[in-house]
């Protein structure tokens, strides 16, 4: 029997039994052979030195390639577990798992009483070093499911145990190299000495498997890549980063605080904080009244009952706040649909109505554990800009399509680069097939019809309805998911929606959730980060900020706030006894996009000097001018100085 291997190109070639990757690559040539390092057989990456099937559609990996990061991260994640091992003994670790996740990859051990530092990661990056040194073969082993336990229980592996008693298949695999042997279904790489570049990051706590009710384990996170210079750029992006984080500058810049004692995962806005939320907003009220939209308000808490018909009590109830007044129940509101199919229903809806288009700066709380709050990108109350479109199965491109149109409204004054995801049906739904394939295209026929990139993930879509989730890139290359269009055929069924047709019958509308910020803190965090702080002039909290040589000078600084504050820019004179040096640079640090020194020569002459955040200087420029290129700037949006 032979097998027969079809190559990417078309092409195919045949071999005698028990052929691998390996020895494709070789018949190719010496060269190829040297830079494979695993394979793609049938959709699936493969080890470079297991058998294949009887007849396979092969393509080799090379280290530059995308899925070759799944090979090198998932054998660094086995080495790291090795080292730790060696340093601790195998007596005091136990292993829990060490999957790859972007950029890098992380192990969970448990330790017992033993504690690992940073301080103690370079020590046991020096272990890991050895093993890669030694360039132990890597092989793949299966075994059946009993035997396999009992291969465990010898090891006195308790957390592995548990995972194979939960795989539906008979088969498990492991993987040995040298001493070292793990569960795991792979692929990895060839040896441990085929990867070179790799940092340790950190070690936090991690409950077991996500859980709070389990054991808190000691998660070591970690990063590898094919090139030095690759992993130098990531380690520099990260120390920007630390530099950026919102959790230092925020407070810093007098944006928000969080205080853990009273307010845990809820956010306190300072007056900095609080006009660049409501710039945000305006910003987005306006947009939306131009595409259509009535703008709504709804209450913080209703009723159980509410609740209970739209599914949130089931499906949703441990992510809930609850009060009890007058024996009547009542939740905080998670999210705004509820409300807004409330509205919806007040009134008699006619196909002339439609589309319906309302949304709603909705407050929403939502209960998350302590462990995964994390400054403004986890808490647990936020502003959602949220919306809801009512309409016709006829109108429902185009009411896509326009929300698509409308997100890059949205986000072109930020210079985000962002890209589609469109998750489709899981195997747990809701609804026909039929309604979600037709809800499917509709949703691919409007990323079409906008020519925007996007990619597809099979069965990722809710229970209630397909999905297209926005992400967008920020300065130092990060994805962030924010906005996410939603089509939903649970509710109008829950609620008896209806809208009376031309011929008088009732008929069922389609229901769109989406929001395009997604949480306004979150959005905030991410601009912050992606700012660095230095702000676009039309959204940073202070635009002017007036700088007095002497005394002699206040007087003229406060007049020339006033006409500034008079046209809407936000201004303030730095009277304080202090040098100019220091008021220069204390403007700096609060990232204040214009400073204005003034002294006898810009009273005396009525000119201006500015200094722009940049470090720039503008001299003898007329206070007209200066206001009016000011206005220009911050009416159109710009993301950098009008004067650079």
């Known amino acids: 029997m032979s097998n027969i291997v079809e190559l990417p190109d078309g092409s195919k070639m045949e071999f005698d039994n028990n052929v691998t990757p390996k020895d494709v690559a070789l018949e190719i040539s010496k060269g190829l052979a040297r830079r494979a390092i695993g394979a793609k057989v049938n959709d699936t990456l493969w080890d470079l030195n297991r058998e294949l099937p009887e007849r396979s559609k092969v393509k080799l990996i090379l280290e530059n390639d995308e899925e070759a990061a799944e090979f090198y991260r998932h054998t660094m994640s086995h080495i790291l577990a090795q080292a730790v091992k060696r340093i601790y003994g195998d007596n005091n670790v136990r292993l829990g798992i060490g999957p790859v996740i972007e950029n890098g990859f992380y192990y969970d051990f448990d330790l017992g009483k033993i504690r690992i530092s940073d301080e103690d990661l370079e020590n046991i990056e020096e272990e890991m070093s050895k093993i890669i040194k030694e360039d132990i073969p890597i092989e793949r082993t299966e075994m059946n499911k009993d035997k396999a336990i009992e291969f465990l229980k010898k090891l006195d592996e308790p957390y592995k145990i548990e995972l194979v008693n939960e795989l539906n298949s008979d088969t498990v695999t492991f993987y040995r190299q040298g001493e070292f042997v793990d569960l795991c279904r792979g692929p990895h790489m060839p040896s441990t000495g085929s990867i070179k570049h790799f940092k340790l990051i950190s070690v936090s706590g991690a409950y077991w498997r996500g859980d709070e009710r389990n054991k808190m384990l000691q998660r070591i996170y970690g990063v590898a890549f094919p090139k030095k210079s690759q992993l130098e750029e990531y380690l520099k992006m990260v120390e920007e980063a630390k530099k950026r984080d919102h959790r230092k500058l925020g407070p810093q810049l007098g944006l928000f605080i969080i205080n853990h004692e009273y307010a845990p995962g809820m956010p306190l806005f300072q007056y900095g904080g609080t006009v660049m939320l409501n710039e945000l907003m305006e910003f987005s009220r306006e947009m939306h009244k131009k595409d259509g939209y009535r703008e709504v308000t709804t209450p913080h808490i209703m009723n159980r009952e509410l609740w209970l018909r739209s599914g949130h009590w089931d499906h949703y109830r441990d992510n809930m706040f609850f009060t009890e007044k007058e024996e009547q129940e009542y939740a905080v509101k998670p999210m705004n649909c509820p409300g807004h199919i409330l509205l919806y229903n007040a009134d008699t809806v006619s196909y002339k109505n439609l589309p319906i288009r309302m949304f709603e700066f909705g407050k929403v709380h939502r209960y998350e554990r302590s462990g995964v709050l994390h400054g403004l990108f986890r808490v647990r109350g936020f502003i959602q800009d949220d919306a809801h479109i009512f309409c016709t199965r006829d109108q429902l491109v185009d009411e896509l399509s326009g929300v698509i149109e409308f997100v890059d409204k949205i986000y072109s004054p930020f210079n985000f680069d962002y890209r589609a995801e469109l998750s489709t049906r899981p195997e747990d739904y809701m609804g026909e097939v039929e309604i979600w394939d037709m809800a499917t295209e509709a949703l691919k026929e409007s990323l079409e019809k906008t020519d925007l990139n996007y990619i597809i993930n099979e069965g990722e ?184």
């Not at 204040?592 to 720039?616: A, F």
Request: proline share 4%; with cysteine.
């Open 461 to 644: 879509g809710a229970f209630y309805g397909p999905k297209i989730d926005f992400h967008i890139k920020d300065s130092l290359g990060r994805e962030w998911q924010c906005a996410t269009i939603q089509l939903d055929f649970l509710m109008p069924e829950r609620f008896d929606l209806t809208y009376v047709g031309s011929d008088n019958n009732e008929y069922r509308p389609v229901m769109i959730h989406r929001a395009i910020f997604g949480s306004l803190e979150r959005f905030l965090g991410i601009l912050i980060e992606h700012y660095g702080g230095a702000f676009p002039t039309w959204i940073a909290p202070t635009q002017v900020t007036f700088l007095p040589i002497a005394d002699r000078h206040v007087d003229y600084c406060n007049d020339a706030a006033k006409s500034l504050f008079s046209k809407g820019i936000r201004v303030d004179v730095d009277d304080r006894q202090k040098s100019t040096n220091f008021k220069i640079r204390e403007a700096q640090l609060k990232k204040i996009p214009y400073m204005v020194i003034v002294g006898d020569n810009e009273v005396d002459n009525e000119n201006l000097t500015v200094r722009l955040r940049s470090g720039k200087n503008l001299s003898g420029i007329g206070f007209s001018e200066f206001t009016e290129r000011l206005l220009d700037e911050i009416k159109n949006k710009m993301s950098t100085s009008i004067f650079e």
